[in-house]
């Protein structure tokens, strides 16, 4: 259950904008993209806005273990743990999908303009493409997976050539391939 629902997106509309993304950082899209070093511009890119990102000591109790990143929106602050922020600028896959996931709610809701609300109960049922959480997953598998490139690549090529992890390597290839689980 999500604390918030945004407005509804299509997988096409995010992966629009994600390709929006690599076209406006100038990166092809048979290359890995430069999370890292884009999070590090972004201070600078969206300096009317006022963002900032703030790398945070691993004991700092605002982010824990299940939530080593998050993005005030509307605030424009990006928090991340000092060890995720060193494995995504080291090209760990994880920390590369939590730094993209990031971007992600940040462009959705803040360059984008998907509007959050608060689910009025933790009862209220958020269809997948109005939940922020499955937005920003959406987002940073296809800012960092690109579909068209990915459709003609193995998980071993997936995850070598985009720098990500196993699993998500495994999920954007099932994803693309239509395949819903995995069968052994
Ligand atoms: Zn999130």
Redesign the pocket.
């Known amino acids: 259950m999500s604390e918030f629902r945004s407005g509804p997106l299509t997988i096409k509309a995010i992966r629009m904008v994600a390709q929006a993304i690599r076209d406006f950082y100038g990166i092809s899209n048979d290359k890995p993209f430069p999370i890292a070093h884009f999070i590090e511009n972004m201070p600078r890119m969206f300096a009317k806005t006022g963002f900032e990102f703030h790398v945070l000591t691993d004991s700092n109790p605002r982010l824990d273990d299940k ?1 080593p ?3 005030d929106v509307a605030n424009h602050i990006m928090y991340m743990k000092q060890t995720t922020y060193d494995n995504m600028c080291d090209g760990h896959g994880f920390e590369r999908f939590t730094g993209s ?2 971007v ?2 940040y462009i959705l809701s803040c360059v984008y303009g998907v509007p959050l609300y608060r689910t009025l109960s933790d009862d209220e049922d958020v269809p997948s493409y109005m939940n ?2 499955w937005q ?2 959406t987002f940073a598998a296809e800012l960092l997976m690109p579909y068209d490139e990915c459709l003609y690549l193995s998980v071993e090529e997936i995850e070598r050539r985009y720098c990500v992890s196993k699993k998500a390597a495994q999920t954007r290839f099932n994803k693309i391939n239509g395949i819903s689980k995995i069968i052994l």
Request: hydrophobic share 15%; no cysteine.
């Open positions: 939530h990143a998050n993005t996931h990031e992600g709610h922020p959480e920003a997953d």
